[in-house]
T-cell receptor, first 113, second 113 residues
Framework: GAGVSQSPRYKVAKRGQDVALRCDPISGHVSLFWYQQALGQGPEFLTYFQNEAQLDKSGLPSDRFFAERPEGSVSTLKIQRTQQEDSAVYLC???????????FGPGTRLLVL | KNQVEQSPQSLIILEGKNCTLQCNYTVSPFSNLRWYKQDTGRGPVSLTIMTFSENTKSNGRYTATLDADTKQSSLHITASQLSDSASYICVVSDYTGNTPLVFGKGTRLSVIA
């Protein structure tokens, strides 16, 4: 594909609802990152995969957040029992093994009512 | 705590004028510094990346400078265009690898006719 894609682009959820956000990285990119970006803020690191291995999940704000990349390509970020403070843009980025440039997707804008 | 501070928080300039955005960081040890441009509703796009040994790097009308001694970087935009209106985010890595990156909150630039 031409770039990193994410779906859905927009998601409105009722408080307490579970949501799943999808990221399709650039084909062949080994590393995949999830970030959370609040309005007017820079992205905050959530978690990082190298192939299917989740090497760093230190940024996940609570145990309601779960990410997986079972086959080393597509990744899903799941948020259980969403809260209003989860409202943000969730960005996915991928990177080929030896390159330093992360390529970002357009993000999923999540609004929890 | 590793931090990246950007200034100004927002900036409005006339089309055709030059501007300079600032980034100060406390990340240590330092690996590389990146500037990203983020259009509204889109993911960040890489403009430049500089390692410890590089003082300046250009990408078209964008020129980034780095002073690793004072831990300061700047992004200079020449002959601004309306399409330069975006958030500019400074990102610093403290590993030679990929994670974690420390993001600044960004400078919101508005170029007006």
């Amino acid at each position: 594909g031409a770039g990193v894609s994410q779906s859905p682009r927009y998601k409105v959820a009722k408080r307490g609802q579970d949501v799943a956000l999808r990221c399709d990285p650039i084909s062949g990119h080994v590393s995949l990152f999830w970030y959370q970006q609040a309005l007017g803020q820079g992205p905050e690191f959530l978690t990082y995969f190298q192939n299917e291995a989740q090497l760093d999940k230190s940024g996940l704000p609570s145990d309601r957040f779960f990410a997986e990349r079972p086959e080393g390509s597509v990744s899903t970020l799941k948020i259980q029992r969403t809260q209003q403070e989860d409202s943000a843009v969730y960005l996915c980025a991928s990177l080929r093994g030896s390159e330093e440039t992360q390529y970002f997707g357009p993000g999923t804008r999540l609004l929890v009512l | 705590k590793n931090q990246v501070e950007q200034s100004p928080q927002s900036l409005i300039i006339l089309e055709g004028k030059n501007c300079t955005l600032q980034c100060n960081y406390t990340v240590s040890p330092f690996s590389n510094l990146r500037w990203y441009k983020q259009d509204t509703g889109r993911g960040p796009v890489s403009l430049t990346i500089m390692t410890f040994s590089e003082n300046t790097k250009s990408n078209g009308r964008y020129t980034a400078t780095l002073d690793a001694d004072t831990k300061q970087s700047s992004l200079h935009i020449t002959a601004s265009q309306l399409s330069d209106s975006a958030s500019y985010i400074c990102v610093v890595s403290d590993y030679t690898g990929n994670t974690p990156l420390v993001f600044g909150k960004g400078t919101r630039l508005s170029v007006i006719a």
